[in-house]
Structures are given as C-alpha cells and as structure tokens.
C-alpha cells in the first residue's frame, strides 16, 4: 500500500480543498477496501448528498473526511441538524478518516468507524455563525473523537505503519454486536462503557478503574440510580461477547486482535 498521495492528479485544479479531495478520493479507490467483506470499493459519482464509495458486494456505504496533521480530539462537519437527521436514517454512511502531512503528502492514518457507533451523544454543536455571516445563524457541528470507543476505530494506517488486511476485517467482525443492539439506551449504555474502559488505556484494568467513572456516567444517564450494576452488566456482555476477559480478583483484560 503506497502512502503518499499523487499531486498530479490535482494539478488541473486551484482550489485546495478540491486538490486533496481528488487525491486522497483517488488513494481510498486504489489502496482501500471494504471492512465489512473485503471486496473493492467504488466510487459514487460526484456530488453524491450522502457518500463517496460503496462496495459492490455488500453495498455499504463510506463517507471520506480528509485533514492534514493529527486526527485530534474533533473533527469539523456540516451542519448539526443535518448530521442528527442522518444518525437516524437506514442509508447514514459508515466513515473513513484520512490525516496526511501537509509537506510530504504522506499518509500518516486512515481508518474507518462503522456507522452503528454514531450516535448523537458524539456529534458536538458549535455557536451559531455571527449575524455578520454570510450564512448569519448556520448552525455546524463536529464530530467527537473521545467520545467514540477505541473499538469501534478500526485502522488501515496508524502513525504511517500499515495494518494487515486480515486484521482490518477481524476488527471490523468484531464490533457487528454493537449493530445488533437496537435499543437505543442500551446502546448507550455499551458504548459509554466502553469508552471509559478505552480511557483508562491499559490492556488489564480493574473493576474500580471502571466504578470510577461512575460520576460520568451517572450525568450521561440522570434516571439510573444503581449506575455500578449497569456498569457490571456492561462487562459482562463484554465477556460474552468476546472483547474482554475476565482474569480474576475484579480484573479483566482486553482481547487481544489476531495477526
């Protein structure tokens, strides 16, 4: 997999923003492939309202969001009405990431999160554009990073060190429970649990590594008033489901990813 991107692709054009969106549209077409089943993408035609690429097998759909520099905390979309409205529709988009160096063109990440892993609580509001706008009152949003488990981040490209292919659909396999969970404050819960689980950034953590963070999720859940035996529910579908083990004396640990 070649990581740089090719600027002649783009020298017909003088905005920058298109330069990079022909370039690093072309890479994702040539280099990526689809998480889910593995088969080519293709890409929509352009201006699509919704995605950049399918795949011709399975039929989901990708949208491409392209930065130079460091993935970060947050990353800038369009509007916040417009981004909720599709949090709930059956056709919202899964997304690629994409972060390259300014200088080289170099990729340095790409990664794909399901679209089953957005939910409205990872989608931020921004202030209103200023009445001197040229779009006076618009309203965007950004896209939360922190607030998305470390599961559900799966990288073709991380720090420029290529992933395997088998790993990337391994990764991608083991997150289909968080699809299968309709209930909406079910999935809540599963996916704050996990994010704090991600936070504490150690392969083996105890169950009080997790109890704190109990505040947090009693502010995210006001109506629970028993917030450590969710928090022990959650565990426990996480063992059934095979994303950690159990190893003892109120201690788990992650699963490790085949290579």
Wanted: glycine fraction near 6%; charge should be positive; charged fraction near 30%.
């Amino acid at each position: 997999m070649a990581l740089k991107l090719r600027l002649e692709l783009a020298k017909e054009y003088l905005s920058g923003s298109q330069r990079i969106r022909v370039m690093t549209e072309y890479w994702v077409n040539r280099s990526a492939f689809c998480p889910n089943c593995g088969s080519r993408l293709v890409r929509f035609e352009n201006n699509a309202p919704v995605a950049d690429f399918y795949c011709g097998s399975c039929w989901e759909e990708y949208e491409l969001k392209s930065k130079h520099g460091a993935i970060g905390n947050k990353i800038v979309d369009g509007a916040y009405s417009t981004m909720i409205e599709r949090l709930k529709a059956e056709n919202n988009p899964n997304f690629f990431f994409l972060t390259y160096d300014r200088i080289t063109f170099r990729i340095r990440n790409f990664l794909t999160i399901p679209k089953y892993f957005f939910v409205p609580d990872i989608i931020e509001e921004r202030k209103p554009l200023n009445p001197a706008a040229r779009r006076a009152g618009w309203i965007g949003c950004n896209i939360v990073m922190s607030n998305i488990p470390e599961l559900g981040k799966i990288y073709y490209v991380k720090d420029g060190i290529t992933r395997s292919r088998d790993e990337v659909l391994e990764k991608w396999n083991k997150t289909e429970f968080v699809k299968e969970t309709h209930n909406i404050d079910a999935k809540g819960w599963l996916l704050d649990v996990l994010t704090c689980v991600g936070k504490i950034r150690k392969n083996e953590f105890s169950l009080d590594e997790v109890y704190a963070f109990e505040e947090y999720l009693k502010s995210k859940h006001p109506l629970n008033n028993n917030v450590r035996a969710k928090i022990r529910q959650q565990l426990q579908f996480l063992r059934d489901e095979d994303i950690i083990e159990f190893v003892g004396r109120g201690r788990y640990r992650m699963k490790a990813t085949k290579k």
